[in-house]
């Protein structure tokens, strides 16, 4: 068994904008899919489906974790954009993005992103819930279809790339950390980290 001094850090997803994210800490981490069930629960609020989803998307890679790569701290992350409690899941085709961003023009959307992290030392998981509101421009069906043909954010939650040309679709963003919108609120890990030890700086 391999003597290891401090936990595997392990991404538990193999998005490459989650990815992008928790490498600006400059930290060694791997990813491992989680693999999970996301099908929605009927009535179930959007912070509950992100906290829940973010939490066993961290338990989940415990069971697929090597001898090898523990002790090991697994970082989750779920996010649920909504309008009015509606989720927006990720387009995954131009005619279902056009109707998202229909439906956001001149409203308010909300991105609830949850970050969890799993500890197999002590098998506990810590989860925290974030919150960004989106306002978003009115927008005429041209300026949509334009939008869509350029940056073509069709694996994108809410059907846009804030950290690209999506950025021209809002009118303000209100939001305590950046990272957060994209998927993964740095600040928040910064946090949940240094309580197992891990300083970035």
Do not use: W
Not at 24 to 52: C, T
Not at 54 to 79: F, H, M, Y
Not at 125 to 151: A, G, M, P, R
């Amino acid at each position: 068994m391999k003597v290891q001094s401090k936990p595997t850090l392990v991404l538990a997803s193999t998005s490459k904008y989650r990815a992008e994210i928790l490498a600006k800490l400059r930290l060694d981490f791997i990813q491992i899919a989680s693999n999970i069930d996301e099908r929605l629960i009927e009535l179930e609020a959007p912070s509950s489906r992100a906290l829940r989803l973010s939490a066993e998307k961290a338990t989940s890679v415990n069971l697929l974790l090597s001898e090898d790569q523990r002790p090991a701290l697994i970082i989750g992350s779920d996010q649920v954009a909504h309008i009015d409690g509606t989720i927006l899941r990720k387009p995954g085709s131009f005619d279902i993005a056009f109707q998202q961003l229909k439906a956001s023009s001149g409203k308010s959307v909300k991105f609830e992103t949850a970050v969890s992290i799993f500890s197999t030392e002590n098998q506990q998981t810590q989860s925290v819930l974030e919150v960004c509101t989106v306002n978003f421009k009115n927008l005429s069906d041209s300026q949509i279809e334009n939008y869509l043909h350029k940056e073509q954010p069709f694996d994108c939650c809410g059907s846009f790339k804030s950290e690209g040309l999506g950025i021209a679709l809002f009118e303000s963003i209100e939001i305590t950390d950046p990272n957060t919108l994209v998927g993964l609120p740095l600040i928040t890990l910064c946090k949940l980290l240094s309580q197992y030890g891990i300083e970035i700086i």
